[in-house]
Structures are given as structure tokens and as C-alpha cells.
């Protein structure tokens, strides 16, 4: 990666997309309400949407920043270069959309225009699709906070009464694969019958995702370490994982964006602007080597993965509110941060 910079160089392309993204935000407040209080309201709920996306994503970032240490510069290049925008259009514009479609049965074109001319029709097919959508998330999540835990060849605890007894379990073949699939049983049969076969279905679906993309992630790395063309683990294989990961935190920030607003344009731009903050932290974390200095950041950051896919289970039962989803991560990694800290002052 590049050679270190100041922190304020970092917020460079993130504050002019916020000044981009607040002007589009204030012109289509104008465009759709036609008066001043139309400008501050969207950009009040285009400001809350970026913090949302920021507080909901800073594990994202901690992760993408352990599995961008490990690809070439060219990959990690394309991951922030490519990546951000499949984050940013793919994933805050285009998958709404394909929710829409898939679940009113109509094409692409229909689900844009009924985003643009019923917004609040838009907004209910949405929310009657936020049970698979959890179930497929919080599966995708809990099997990557797991799969970091459930390790034989772990060798740094933070919580070591729990994390040495789960090191134990990676002897244990498919261990988390059977722990998730019972978590998902239960909140199966805790939700009305009509409601439960798109649950599994969608879990399982989740499952199958994960295991096709950490299998397809590993077998391309390890043909590219044997051509020794991009490098074990550095190349095409990580980029996949990557984007798939970060759409499965995608997917709580855009449910959570429909509860403030459903106006399709306003989401996009105000998760996009959140989502550039995040990859300048990530590109923070990996020029900084601060995952290094701070040993149990990482785990912090697992762990608010874990916490975040049961909230996800979660929100199939009740609703959870955003303040709590992104104020947990927060507190866990802060934690995790604070310990860090602290045990690097006993071995000073």
C-alpha cells in the first residue's frame, strides 16, 4: 500500500463526497417538496443515514482491513477502487431493487419506477421481505464470526475462558455449521407457520452462499499461489469473499434506511456517502499496520459480527432499533481497543 499519511488526508475523498452527496441531497429535497423545509429534511435524514452507515459498518472495515493485509497491492487496488463502487451502487441502489422485483414478481424497470412514482408501496414489499433478507444475512455473518473463533490454529485470545473452549470445537468438523443451523431452528419455530419456510429457506440459502464463496475463495488463492501469478490468497479469491461480506452488512443498513425514509435516491446517497468513510478506514487500518499494534481490535470487531447476525435473527421476532445495532459493535470494539491498549502497556 501507499506510504503513510496524515489522518486528515484520509477524509479527503469522503468530505467531497459529503459536500457532493448534501447538495444532491438539498436538490432533491427542493425537487420533491418544492420548499425550504424539503432541503433541511433531506438533508437531515441524508446526514443520519451516512452516521447510520458508519456505525453499522465499522466492524466491516476492521474485517476488510485483516483481508486486505494478506492481498497484492493490485487486488487490494481493485478491491478499493471496483469494490466501492459495487458497494455503493450495488448494494444501496441495485439490490432494493431486485428485492422489489423478486418478491412483486415484476422486472427491474417496474421496480424503479414504482420506487420513483409509490415510494410507500415500494417501502412495504420492502419491509415484507425483511425476514428472508435477515435470516440470509445473519446466516452469511454468524458463520464468519465463527469461522474466526473456531479455529484449531488460533493462537491469540481476548476472551480466553470462551475463545480457548471454541479453538477446542475447530477439531470438531462442521462444528459451526451445526451451531448455526440449531440458533436458526429455534428462532424458526418461534415465528408464525406462514412465515417459516422463507426463513429457512432463506438461512440455508446463506449457509449454501457462504460455504460456495469461502470454498471458491480458497481454491482460486491457491491456484494463484501455484502459478504465482497474484499470490496465495491475494487475489480473486479475497476480492469475492470481500464483497460478498459486505453486502451481508449492507443488508441491515438498507432495511434500517427504509424506516427513515422511502425515497430510493436519498438512501443511495446517503449510504453512499457513509460507505466512503468506511473504506478510508479501511485503507487507515492497513497503511497503519494498527491491527498489528492493537492485537484484540480484531476480535472486537468478530465479535460485533456475531452480535450483529443474531440481531439480525432477531429483528424476524421484534424490532431492534439501528441506534442499538451500531451502538453494540461500537462498544465491543471500543472494549476491544481499551484492552489492546492495556496490554501493550504490561509487556512496555
Known amino acids: 500500500m501507499a506510504e503513510q499519511r496524515s489522518t486528515v488526508s484520509y477524509l479527503k475523498w469522503p468530505l467531497i463526497v459529503t459536500i457532493v452527496?448534501?447538495?444532491?441531497?438539498?436538490?432533491?429535497?427542493?425537487?420533491?417538496?418544492?420548499?425550504?423545509?424539503?432541503?433541511?429534511?433531506?438533508?437531515?435524514?441524508?446526514?443520519?443515514?451516512?452516521?447510520?452507515?458508519?456505525?453499522?459498518?465499522?466492524?466491516?472495515a476492521i474485517v476488510n482491513a485483516n483481508k486486505l493485509e494478506e492481498m497484492t497491492p493490485v487486488w487490494q487496488r481493485r478491491f478499493l477502487t471496483w469494490g466501492i463502487l459495487i458497494a455503493v451502487f450495488g448494494m444501496r441502489i441495485i439490490f432494493p431493487l431486485a428485492i422489489v422485483a423478486i418478491f412483486a414478481w415484476i422486472n427491474p424497470f417496474a421496480a424503479m419506477h414504482l420506487a420513483l412514482s409509490d415510494p410507500e408501496e415500494y417501502s412495504r414489499i420492502i419491509g415484507h421481505a425483511h425476514g428472508p433478507i435477515s435470516a440470509f444475512g445473519g446466516t452469511f455473518l454468524m458463520m464468519v464470526a465463527l469461522k474466526f473463533f473456531v479455529d484449531e490454529d488460533k493462537s491469540i485470545h481476548w476472551i480466553e475462558v470462551l475463545e480457548k473452549r471454541l479453538r477446542v470445537c475447530g477439531s470438531i468438523r462442521g462444528f459451526e455449521?451445526?451451531?448455526?443451523?440449531?440458533?436458526?431452528?429455534?428462532?424458526?419455530?418461534?415465528?408464525?407457520?406462514?412465515?417459516?419456510?422463507?426463513?429457512?429457506?432463506?438461512?440455508?440459502?446463506?449457509?449454501?452462499?457462504?460455504?460456495?464463496?469461502?470454498?471458491?475463495?480458497?481454491?482460486?488463492?491457491?491456484?494463484?499461489?501455484?502459478?504465482?501469478?497474484?499470490?496465495?490468497?491475494?487475489?480473486?479469491?479475497?476480492?469475492?469473499?470481500?464483497?460478498?461480506?459486505?453486502?451481508?452488512?449492507?443488508?441491515?443498513?438498507?432495511?434500517?434506511?427504509?424506516?427513515?425514509?422511502?425515497?430510493i435516491l436519498l438512501i443511495a446517497i446517503g449510504l453512499g456517502i457513509g460507505a466512503m468513510y468506511v473504506r478510508s478506514m479501511t485503507i487507515m487500518l492497513v497503511e497503519r499496520g494498527t491491527l498489528a499494534e492493537f492485537r484484540y481490535l480484531e476480535h472486537g470487531a468478530f465479535y460485533s459480527i456475531f452480535a450483529l447476525s443474531v440481531v439480525m435473527f432477531l429483528q424476524s421476532l421484534v424490532h431492534v432499533p439501528e441506534l442499538i445495532t451500531g451502538g453494540v459493535g461500537i462498544a465491543l470494539i471500543g472494549f476491544a481497543l481499551f484492552a489492546s491498549v492495556r496490554q501493550n502497556r504490561r509487556e512496555a
Not at 448534501?22 to 437531515?44: C, D, K, P, Q, R
Not at 475463495?217 to 490468497?233: F, P, R, V, W
Open 177 to 263: 455449521i451445526a451451531l448455526v443451523l440449531v440458533i436458526v431452528l429455534l428462532i424458526c419455530r418461534s415465528l408464525p407457520e406462514i412465515e417459516q419456510a422463507p426463513f429457512l429457506t432463506s438461512a440455508v440459502m446463506g449457509l449454501l452462499v457462504f460455504t460456495l464463496v469461502d470454498g471458491m475463495g480458497t481454491y482460486l488463492d491457491n491456484i494463484a499461489g501455484s502459478t504465482a501469478e497474484i499470490g496465495a490468497k491475494g487475489g480473486l479469491g479475497a476480492f469475492l469473499y470481500l464483497e460478498v461480506l459486505d453486502a451481508s452488512f449492507s443488508f441491515d443498513g438498507v432495511i434500517g434506511a427504509f424506516a427513515l425514509t422511502t425515497n
Open 21 to 60: 452527496g448534501l447538495g444532491l441531497s438539498g436538490w432533491l429535497g427542493w425537487a420533491t417538496e418544492g420548499n425550504a423545509s424539503g432541503i433541511v429534511s433531506f438533508l437531515i435524514v441524508g446526514t443520519v443515514l451516512a452516521a447510520l452507515e458508519i456505525a453499522l459498518s465499522f466492524d466491516n
